[in-house]
């Protein structure tokens, strides 16, 4: 089968200048590289900000009307509130979730900071098996679990548990001068966040001892809804109940408050997209300059071909085609090394980084219309030109 013309130019031109073009696609890939790492990063950090919510073993999630997020402390709610909502139509259970914000002392005697949940043993409220398995054992004072995917304070302690060896750590709450001992009775699997370096879960009791927190206090109230009842109309319950003392989310909506935030309310997400930006700047100027490169190398010809007679659509055709090959080439570089990138930075964050098909998809729209804009932009030298001016 004979390729058309268009086709055929492109591919001359393309083997043509070979090595020559080699640093300017490597710029270009470097470019969407980039754009993968920050994207890569964003979903990361979205997927860690949601983590604990995700976790929630809940329909409806009670919080104090003032609450913004659950990476920061947060307004206790009185635990009476739990009592109206347990009464309110619809509603099956209501368990109290106890969040704090501790530094922790390790075997090693280095500093991490830890997010300590405290559930009661006899309600886990949350669904993550490790912490299921080991509910029972946490109603004994002074013990916890913790996250197997801590960052580096926790890795000796974490090390010590999966290899069935003894471990402790000390909570250095800001209510108690003298720091708790707690003993590690096992491992969950949950993620650190982007300023928390790791998980504990205890009991609830645990927790109030080691953060000196009173009993009345808790953090979360944690709803299921009986069979039968749409979450929606036990939640317009229970804020009639409640009143203004507190807001109701469903499980669902609770979770896109918590990412909501990080895009709107902070300048993390606003960061990473201008990150996007700064990389398809900088493929657009790459790519630009490749065509540039190919375009400028075969004038003269491109001046016969004019003066044969030949419209400006087969040209067109030609420079689309070559920016398409310049995708082809390029483009499957980029997503391994994208793999590369996420699973080295996963192992020294421990967030985690994946890359799904609807990344890849996003960078490939962002990198083809990167590619739309450069083509425009090298069409105009040639549409303007005249095969004369074109040999000179």
């Known amino acids: 089968m004979t390729l058309p013309l268009s086709t055929r130019l492109a591919l001359r031109q393309i083997a043509f200048l070979g090595p020559r ?41 009670i919080v104090n009307r003032r609450f913004a997020t659950l990476a920061f402390p947060q307004p206790w709610l009185d635990r009476t509130i739990l009592l109206e909502a347990g009464s309110v139509t619809g509603v099956a259970t209501a368990t109290p979730l106890q969040l704090a914000t501790l530094q922790v002392v390790t075997d090693s005697g280095g500093m991490a900071s830890a997010s300590a949940i405290g559930i009661d043993p006899d309600a886990p409220a949350l669904d993550i098996p490790g912490v299921i398995t080991a509910a029972g054992r946490l109603r004994i004072v002074g013990t916890a679990v913790i996250d197997s995917r801590s960052r580096e304070g926790y890795r000796t302690v974490v090390a010590a548990l999966a290899g069935g060896a003894p471990a402790a750590v000390v909570l250095a709450g800001p209510n108690r001068p003298i720091g708790t001992r707690v003993d590690l009775i096992g491992l969950f699997t949950l993620g650190p966040t982007f300023f928390i370096d790791g998980t504990l879960v205890m009991s609830d009791f645990t927790l109030r001892r080691a953060h000196g927190t009173p009993a009345a206090r808790i953090t979360l ?64 100027v ?34 689309a085609q070559i920016a398409l090959v310049i995708t082809v080439l390029v483009f499957p570089v980029t997503v391994a090394a994208a793999l590369a990138i996420y699973a080295l930075a996963g192992d020294l964050t421990g967030l985690e980084l994946t890359l799904d098909a609807q990344a890849v998809l996003t960078v490939l729209a962002l ?15 040639l549409r303007r030109a005249d095969p004369l001016d074109l040999f000179a």
Not at 226 to 245: H, I, K, Q, Y
């Open 21 to 61: 073009l080699v640093g300017p696609l490597a710029g270009f890939g470097v470019a969407i590289v980039l754009v993968f790492t920050q994207i890569g990063f964003e979903n990361a950090l979205y997927a860690s900000a949601t983590g604990l919510a995700r976790a929630l073993a809940a329909d409806l999630v």
């Open 367 to 381: 990198t083809l219309a990167t590619m739309a804009v450069a083509v425009l932009a090298t069409l105009r030298r």
């Open 286 to 319: 790459f790519v630009g300059q490749t065509l540039a490169t190919i375009i400028e190398a075969s004038l003269p010809e491109y001046a016969v071909l004019k003066a044969l007679g030949h419209e400006d659509g087969l040209f067109r055709r030609t420079v």
């Open 221 to 284: 109230g944690l709803v299921t809804v009986a069979p039968g009842f749409e979450p929606r109309t036990v939640v317009a319950n229970l804020a009639r109940r409640l009143g203004e003392d507190a807001r109701v989310f469903t499980k669902e909506s609770f979770i896109e408050h918590e990412t909501r935030y990080y895009r709107v309310n902070t300048p993390i997400g606003i960061i990473f997209r201008i990150g996007v930006i700064v990389g398809l700047v900088i493929g657009a």
